[in-house]
């Protein structure tokens, strides 16, 4: 029989995140012990208490979550963990800080609802936050084209850079830098546009939006008014206006949640996974073919 | 198949009380959420958490408790979740810091086992305190004329002044202010006598007590020796001495925790619930009737 | 019906000891509930609301676990615990910061398989740390001789003075302090050696280890290499070496974990236990017996 089902939720912030919290919760998770405040040097006694408590055959029924609103020190968090496993006592292990690789994953699947992304071109508003990063590099991995638009011309550069260096060269040759004030030249090709930019900020203008003639999907992660892209509504679910099919926050929403959950639930099935941007979207596309094949 | 019950232990101190949530998990919570250092500024993504992971109808199994020795910030806490609620995206939250609003009540229904509230003459000891002013507000409510005692003359008149801006004015009509140097004057025509001082101190002595002529019923919230009302016993529970009913702190005590627990269950029938000092009260009320009902 | 079981894990540290915690559920604890940053000037709420909260036919059904890496602020909380309680009004306790006690204990029953302690000589290398000092008592009170060494020998002379402070003088008159500089000639009569120094620290070599002639059990409570004792390795469980038994601290572990489970599992058969080294080692003892009946 197995043990009761332990997640660790490991947080950065001084109080651990609620919504991590319920969602563990509702992906039938029987004991969770969550940690404020975690940092990746303190990470050690919290791994082996996880790791050297329950026998081998046993050690899938603990896992880890990192969470917390610092993307940046939950990936540090994570390497750590990975680090303090020794040999094959390990437990498998989710990064999810803001819900970046679960918003990432469910906003690309939405868009493969609608269009091939092989050879699709995305530009992708605020493509350097946590969010925008991980939607390239699962765009670029699926074989789009990726125009990555940020205010600052250096800080896309820097971020282009970072993505070329962990991924093959391949993959990364249509990935191409862009500054905010020159977007307008890159959406007349752009068949998907990504808008993951700051709450409450208005990213493109209607009259904007009307120069992507090629576009066919738009996702807008913003839930807080303004839109970043105006005239999309927060609540649209694959909604059709003229030739484009429009995404709204909580459209995305719903995904995203369920597949927060699959991840969570996919921890338990074995003592090594290590879930992050990819293995997350991939779970993502298990579930997108369920639900086709069901459909 | 409704999920599973969580509660938010929103909590000012630096260790969340265990006797809330002792009372938490014996209210047939599934499983409890604290958080420690709670403030009213941070309130926001706590109650987003909770109020984005679940479905509508399945946000009634989500609920917020607020407690902590500070009653005042609890207050301010409960005031930022209410503003944090995304319209009819909420959950439902009871407001007990330190006890207070179950102790309050308790006391009073109490009372009312014995006299009727309505024509009453009730003198309030320790009245400036966050008991002496959720009962005062609770005995004015039911119709009774209250003497607000304090040792500070000012204190209790602020009080008294801060109690008349929220009540309608035909019902705060008989609150008066009374300094606790001249408590011996209001004594002679008191029926109902509360006692809600700081732990350990006397308020009155047996002497004074004879004075109060037409007294019926005496209560002592004071739970450490000696006695805030001389000659009354921690463990009394409608003690009958002479004419008087008396009861002590751990005789009020069995009702406040079957209320608390009554009140927690409560927290989960519907998502709209905001259950302070009135909505729990009314809550004992409900207790009452139906004890009354089965004996 | 019994009511749910609510441990209260007490943890000195920063982040609440994650081993312990999963240690809980998996010894049938209902809910947990850790608090961090403990200190034993902080302890009377937290021990109220454990004994206030439940009727006294359910207060066993609630129990404090005291944890964490410093031992010694461990001892002071579970002293002030004792002072909290309020006559009858009170839940069952157990001591095992930083595993000290379980750990002790478990090295001396499995010491106490191979060789009877009654009578034996024991060396304890580290023995002014946690581990060494339970284990010297433990022994003492078993009939054996005890060698206590530390590299510093006045650190050893005031242990040995602390411990003989404690227990009977019978007891205790084999009682010796050793510089670590001077072991080789005590080894020369020792039947049992136990390593408890710090954790990748080498204490005896295997030149030293040959002096022991009469050495019947070898323990080496050292995870981390290098080993404790030269030639001993971390597996082994009564591993036999010419005419010497050895355990390394992995080997140890299974009876640890196993008693760590068992003792928090009779927390919760009485209100009234407070389980320290001794009374730890008691349930070792019956552990054991259950053991060998079984066998």
Same mark, same amino acid.
């Given at each position: ?39 990746? @040097? ?18 899938? @029924?603990?896992? !880890? ?11 540090? =968090?994570?390497?750590? =963990? ?10 498998? *292990?989710?990064? $999810? #800080? ?8 469910? &906003? ?18 605020? #493509? ?7 939607? &390239? ?44 004030? @020159? *977007? ?10 990504? +808008?993951? #930019? ?20 738009? !996702? ?7 839109? %970043? ?8 679910? +694959?909604?059709?206006? #003229? ?6 926050? =909580? %459209? ?33 596309? $298990?579930?997108? +073919? +369920? ?5």
């Amino acid at each position: 029989m197995n043990q009761p089902r332990i997640l660790l939720q490991l947080d950065c912030d001084q109080q651990p995140s609620s919504f991590d919290a319920v969602v563990a919760i509702d992906s039938n998770v029987d004991h969770l012990l969550p940690y404020a405040n975690v940092e990746a @040097q303190s990470v050690v006694p919290l791994v082996h208490g996880a790791i050297f408590t329950r026998g081998p055959e046993q050690l899938k @029924q603990t896992a !880890i979550f990192v969470g917390g609103s610092d993307v940046g020190r939950g990936d540090e =968090i994570g390497a750590a =963990i990975r680090a303090a496993f020794v040999g094959p006592m390990r437990v498998s *292990v989710m990064l $999810d #800080g803001n819900g970046s690789n679960t918003t990432a994953a469910a &906003a690309v699947l939405c868009a493969a609802r609608h269009l091939p992304l092989e050879g699709a071109t995305a530009t992708i508003l605020g #493509g350097t936050g946590p969010v925008g990063v991980r939607a &390239a590099r699962l765009l670029l991995q699926q074989g789009a084209a990726v125009h990555l638009v940020s205010r600052n011309l250096e800080r896309a550069e820097q971020t282009c850079h970072q993505i070329a260096s962990e991924l093959p060269e391949a993959v990364t040759s249509g990935l191409q830098p862009t500054a905010a004030d @020159q *977007v307008d030249a890159v959406l007349t090709d752009t068949s998907l546009l990504l +808008a993951c #930019g700051a709450a409450g900020v208005r990213l493109l203008s209607a009259t904007q939006l009307a120069l992507a003639s090629q576009l066919q999907v738009a !996702i807008d992660l913003n839930a807080v008014p303004p839109a %970043g892209l105006e005239g999309i509504d927060v609540m649209d679910k +694959a909604m059709q206006r #003229g030739n484009r099919i429009d995404y709204g926050a =909580i %459209g995305v929403g719903g995904l995203k949640m369920k597949l927060h959950r699959a991840a969570i639930q996919r921890l338990f099935s074995a003592n090594d996974l290590f879930l992050d941007t990819s293995e997350i979207f991939q779970i993502g596309l $298990d579930l997108e +073919a +369920a639900r086709q094949s069901s459909a």
